[in-house]
């Protein structure tokens, strides 16, 4: 398959469908649902879901051309073994992981909560990573089953722009994969992170990766 040309910032980016995979990052329940881990911690979920129907988009032209998809979802064991108690304890939440909410235990993996939003939902023989930490390489075998599928570019959606995307981004970029981050599939409980969080990827000529956003990477896959 011959290259494909991305439109992005802060230049326009070239991938080989055969070499790339789209990365969506936790869009649990848990984060973009009300009654989830993302709620109890103040958040106001509704400003994340904005981030599902451009996604969608964007998971059915990688459908289509066969690409490489991964999804992640960040969350623990039940007994919270591979949780570390600075997590548990962090920001005094009102509720804290493994408590019980509307969706089952708070990101808890095998509650309801912790799977994926149906719109977005895997399909079977997709990538399903199940991540304890921000970073979806920290303690995962993502890096292994990207390189031995030959893979080498990342198209990257999810929430939290500031969180676990650009966690993740980073923890690529210094493996050496190229990340390329859209913008409207990503989202950030606060606007002023989702500024910054896309900000801070592409500047000093890219110094993580590459901005761009659903209808450019559309655009670009179908071509
Ligand atoms: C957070 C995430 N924000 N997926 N997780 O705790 O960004």
Redesign the pocket.
């Known amino acids: 398959m011959a290259n494909k040309v991305m439109t992005a910032e802060p230049y326009s980016l070239e991938f080989d469908p055969k070499s790339t995979a789209l990365v969506i990052?936790?869009m649990?329940r848990d984060?973009v649902e009300s009654g989830g881990?993302?709620e109890s911690?103040g958040n106001d979920v509704s400003i994340l879901r904005k981030a599902i129907a451009p996604t969608k988009r964007v998971l059915d032209a990688c459908r289509k051309l066969k690409m490489m998809v991964v999804h992640?979802r960040?969350g623990h064991r039940p007994d919270l073994t591979d949780c570390p108690p600075s997590k548990m304890e962090r920001g005094q939440p009102k509720r804290r992981i493994g408590d019980d909410g509307s969706m089952g235990r708070l990101l808890v993996r095998g509650e309801k909560g912790h799977d994926i939003v149906p719109e977005l939902y895997p399909n079977p023989g997709e990538v399903v990573i199940d991540k304890p930490g921000?970073g979806a390489f920290y303690a995962t075998d993502l890096e292994p089953i990207l390189r031995n599928s030959g893979i080498k570019t990342l198209i990257v959606c999810?929430?939290?722009?500031?969180?676990?995307?650009n966690?993740t981004v980073r923890e690529a970029n210094d493996r050496g994969f190229n990340c390329v981050v859209l913008e409207d599939c990503v989202g950030s409980?606060f606007p002023e992170f989702q500024q910054a969080g896309l900000a801070m990827i592409k500047a000093q000529g890219g110094i993580f990766g590459w901005v761009s956003n659903s209808d450019n990477a559309v655009k670009a896959i179908a071509a």
């Open positions: 990052i936790d649990q984060f881990f993302g911690l992640t960040e921000k999810g929430v939290t722009t500031e969180v676990c995307v966690t409980y």
